[in-house]
C-alpha cells in the first residue's frame, strides 16, 4: 500500500534567502524531532556551478511507545539521508531523501524541490512528493502507515 505526500507551496521570499533558511534549518527549537545534521559531503562542479551537498539528519523515533515494545521498532534515534543539488544559476535546488533506519521493513523516499516562482521572481516555489511503505512487519504494516499518514500530515501543515 503506502503513504504519499504531496505539497506545492509558494514562499513571498526571493530564493535565495529561502535556500539558505532551509539549508540552516535544523536543529532548532521549533522542530523538536530533528536533533542533528552532518555534511557528510560537499562539492561544487566547476563546469557547471552546482553545489552538491550529502547530509545526514539525526531525528527522534516519533512512533508511539506502545508500538516500541517490538524489538525492531525500539530504536531511540532514526537516521535520514539527504542529497541536495542547488543551481544557483537556474534559481533551483533539487532534494532527494531516504531512511537509512529499517531499511528491511520500512521505506521512505522524498523529493523536494525549490525554484524560482514563475509567478513572481521574487518568490519561490516549493514542491515535494515523498512515499512511505511499511513491508515485513506483519499486521502493524497498517498501524505503522497510519501512523506515519497522520506525522506527515502534521508535517506538511508547519
Known amino acids: 500500500m503506502g ?3 504531496d505539497v506545492h507551496e509558494v514562499f513571498r521570499y526571493p ?3 529561502v535556500v539558505a533558511s532551509y539549508l540552516r534549518k535544523y536543529p532548532s527549537p521549533m522542530e523538536k524531532h530533528v536533533t542533528a545534521i552532518k555534511t557528510m559531503e ?3 562542479d566547476l563546469s557547471t556551478g552546482i553545489i552538491y551537498r550529502r547530509r545526514i539528519a539525526t531525528c527522534q523515533n516519533v512512533i508511539p511507545e506502545i508500538l516500541r515494545k517490538v524489538s525492531i521498532l525500539k530504536v531511540s534515534d532514526i537516521y535520514l539521508e539527504e542529497e541536495s543539488w542547488l543551481n544557483m544559476q537556474e534559481r533551483n535546488m533539487v532534494m532527494k531523501s531516504h531512511c ?3 531499511t528491511q521493513y520500512a521505506s521512505l523516499s522524498e523529493e523536494s524541490v525549490f525554484r524560482e516562482s514563475l509567478e513572481n521572481p521574487n518568490w519561490t516555489e516549493f514542491i515535494q512528493k515523498g512515499k512511505i511503505s511499511i513491508t515485513g512487519a506483519g499486521l502493524l504494516n497498517c498501524v505503522l502507515e ?3 499518514q497522520t506525522f506527515l500530515n502534521q508535517g506538511v501543515k508547519k
Open 3 to 5: 503513504v504519499t505526500v
Open 146 to 148: 497510519a501512523f506515519a
Open 100 to 102: 537509512l533506519t529499517w
Open 15 to 17: 530564493f535565495e534567502q
Open 42 to 44: 560537499e562539492k561544487t
